[in-house]
């Protein structure tokens, strides 16, 4: 059974920095895309950053230049580093992964992301 569990998530003051993990239960190979999505309150869920199979990376524009996704498929697991973080950054952080084939995307159950002034 495929499972995607967060942490990293937690309080930080404008400007500071968290890192996200996603575990994954079993071998990331077996994915394509694996993207990091974010949810704040009264909002739509967004797409954050995305890394490719190969290794390539896109992000949202309202993040380039702060955050770093990637990937480690031999720990099974994907990373945020999320720097400079601002205010607007505060949501819960969501990792999906799509599977090779028929693109099936699975999800974790979010972890909170929360910056404050």
């Known amino acids: 059974q495929v499972q995607l569990v967060e942490s990293g998530g937690g309080l930080v003051q404008a400007g500071g920095s968290l890192r996200l993990f996603c575990i994954v239960s079993v071998d990331t190979f077996r994915f394509n895309n694996m993207k990091w999505h974010r949810q704040a309150p009264g909002k739509e869920r967004e797409f954050v950053a995305a890394v490719i199979r190969s290794g390539s990376t896109h992000y949202a524009d309202s993040v380039k230049g702060r955050f770093t996704i990637s990937r480690d498929n031999v720990k099974s697991t994907l990373y945020l580093q999320m720097n400079n973080l601002k205010l607007d950054d505060t949501a819960v952080y969501y990792c999906?992964?799509?599977?090779?084939?028929?693109?099936?995307?699975?999800w974790g159950q979010g972890t909170q992301v929360t910056v404050s002034s």
């Open positions: 999906s992964a799509d599977r090779l084939g028929d693109n099936y995307r699975y």
